[in-house]
């Protein structure tokens, strides 16, 4: 098999600033997206259908077969050198805490595959097969048929916090405890290395030290 050079798919840590994209061995070659609205019957008297009552939309889910292949690599390598870095993304992080009962849980990741396209997830189920060994049970062949479950209504994203965007399409953001600028940079604009034009944006003197419940404004990239 060989991979499609011109765009390589890609899952990365959302919430792991400075992490690297964990590049798929062979892009996929389907993947289907899935989502639902919710639907409730409202009380009827003397009808034989109810009247339908919309009560919100649910999380889009993708799914996606990806497969690994090391048998014809040098050395013919592990291929689980390769799968378990998608399954540590399934794994809970002591780091990454929910804002409200600071018990920590698995990252946020970016599905991304070309310049057109991306989807903010999390990993919600990942089944691994493996279908081709060595003489001595290494496995050198597998696939992962991986569920992602929206986090972010594209939609929203020009607007990604507490408060509304503001003039020129900038995006406004409330400090937390906790954050830096590097962090902020990150979740905002998807570069930790750009914490500079934040702090360039806000005419901040101490980078260093932010006060919780600050707002920044996040600048277009």
């Known amino acids: 098999m060989k991979n499609d050079s011109r765009a390589i798919a890609s899952i990365k840590n959302k919430d792991k600033p400075g992490s690297q994209p964990i590049k798929c061995m062979f892009n996929p070659k389907e993947y289907s997206l899935s989502k639902q609205a919710t639907w409730k019957e409202g009380e009827t008297t003397a009808q034989n259908v109810p009247q339908l009552e919309f009560s919100g939309g649910k999380s889009q889910i993708l799914t996606m077969q990806l497969f690994f292949d090391t048998y014809e690599a040098k050395g013919n390598k592990d291929v689980r050198l390769h799968t378990n870095k998608i399954l540590e993304l399934l794994m809970v992080e002591e780091k990454v805490k929910d804002r409200k009962n600071q018990k920590g849980h698995p990252p946020r990741v970016l599905f991304s595959w070309g310049s057109t396209w991306t989807f903010?997830?999390?990993?919600?189920?990942?089944?691994?097969?493996?279908?081709?060994?060595?003489?001595?049970?290494?496995?050198?062949?597998?696939?992962?048929?991986?569920?992602?479950?929206?986090?972010?209504?594209?939609?929203?994203?020009?607007?990604?916090?507490?408060?509304?965007?503001?003039?020129?399409?900038?995006?406004?953001?409330?400090?937390?405890?906790?954050?830096?600028?590097?962090?902020?940079?990150?979740?905002?604009?998807?570069?930790?290395?750009?914490?500079?034009?934040?702090?360039?944006?806000?005419?901040?003197?101490?980078?260093?030290?932010?006060?919780?419940?600050?707002?920044?404004?996040?600048?277009?990239?």
């Open 120 to 221: 903010e997830a999390v990993i919600t189920t990942i089944k691994q097969t493996f279908t081709l060994f060595l003489a001595n049970g290494t496995p050198v062949r597998a696939t992962l048929d991986v569920t992602f479950q929206e986090v972010k209504d594209i939609k929203e994203q020009p607007k990604q916090n507490p408060t509304s965007g503001g003039v020129g399409g900038e995006r406004m953001y409330r400090v937390q405890a906790g954050d830096t600028l590097g962090l902020i940079s990150f979740r905002e604009l998807g570069d930790a290395t750009l914490w500079r034009s934040i702090a360039d944006a806000n005419r901040l003197t101490n980078v260093r030290e932010l006060t919780p419940g600050t707002v920044l404004v996040i600048p277009n990239e």
